[in-house]
């Protein structure tokens, strides 16, 4: 596969999303990313944001199977990944496979759920394995989590743990639309008040496993030059030493940094990386991956504003 069918099949997935979805371009591009990269997304908006849609309409471009879980405090374990049922029939136990066995997995509201069923999916995003009563069970290769949260109401919430969050390839905050986007939004949705399906829509996979296969291989091999490998280990490094945060990014953040760099010059149709790859992903990669000190906090500072200070003050390689 070469750069330009990467990216025409880049612009026909979203071609296809933006039958139902209005704007998004940002979203869009993080969840193809992740998708090249064995990544996954949590996604935080206030409600209406069009988070489930774009997550059902993402895969339905994709030809890939779609799972969902909604999140409830009551929420178990076994809820997630399944459990071993005994059959009286025939005296024996059999595995109920539970909804992350799938392609692309919605996570709503994952919040609102206790932090030992959040903790079932950690195996599952780092390995693509789950264990059940000591049995690992092997997850699809394209299985990906995309998570969302609502940033409003924090009552009957838990915190996600540092760990999860780690998990994640980015952190998408996902804003209210413009008022040009709002007004198409209108016209193409405000004669029903459900949410209709990807299909009403008339969209249509426009690639394949073969093809998601081709472009991750694609995007393995292009080039990260040793001046852009020192820029990402600068970035995350400089969060360690930043005197606003408690901790910084994490050397995963770095592995991310990059991989996800090679994905996006993938999507614009390039065989090679440059800086601003780096800086646009870099807020998505390490606003979740660091912990404002109590000075920053009293302060009221925000991490996108740390990592904004980070980016500004890491030389940039020529």
Do not use: W
């Not at 998708?35 to 944001?49: A, M, N, Q, S």
Request: proline share 7%; net charge negative.
């Amino acid at each position: 596969m070469d750069p330009d069918r990467v990216a025409t099949l880049a612009e026909a997935i979203k071609a296809e999303v933006h039958k139902a979805v209005v704007g998004q371009e940002a979203t869009l591009d993080l969840l193809l990313v992740g998708l090249l990269t064995d990544g996954h997304v949590l996604i935080e908006g206030v409600p209406g944001t069009a988070k489930t849609m774009i997550a059902r309409c993402f895969s339905a471009s994709l030809d890939l199977d779609f799972g969902r879980i909604q999140f409830t405090p009551d929420l178990m374990p076994g809820d997630v990944i399944g459990t071993n049922i005994f059959n009286f029939a025939d005296s024996r136990f059999v595995l109920t496979k539970g909804p992350v066995f799938t392609e692309i997995l919605l996570a709503d509201e994952i919040n609102r759920t206790p932090p030992k069923t959040q903790a079932a999916l950690l195996q599952a995003m780092q390995e693509r394995i789950v264990t059940i009563d000591g049995e690992d069970y092997r997850l699809s290769s394209e299985f990906m989590v995309v998570a969302t949260q609502n940033p409003i109401e924090q009552q009957g919430t838990y915190p996600l743990p540092e760990a999860q969050l780690d998990r994640f390839l980015f952190k998408h905050i996902v804003d209210y639309p413009t008022r040009d986007d709002e007004r198409d939004i209108v016209r193409a949705h405000g004669s029903r008040t459900t949410m209709t399906s990807p299909e009403a829509f008339g969209i249509e996979p426009v690639a394949g496993p073969a093809d998601l296969e081709a472009m991750r291989a694609f995007v393995e091999g292009i080039r990260l030059v040793d001046d852009l490998v020192d820029y990402v280990v600068d970035l995350v490094r400089a969060s360690r030493e930043h005197p606003g945060l408690s901790f910084g990014a994490s050397p995963r953040a770095a592995n991310m940094l990059a991989s996800a760099a090679r994905a996006y010059a993938a999507l614009d149709g390039r065989d090679y990386v440059i800086p601003d790859d780096i800086k646009y992903l870099a807020p998505a990669t390490l606003r979740h991956r660091i912990v404002l000190s109590p000075g920053s906090e009293i302060e009221g500072l925000h991490p996108d504003q740390i990592v904004a200070e980070i980016i500004e003050q890491t030389p940039v390689p020529k």
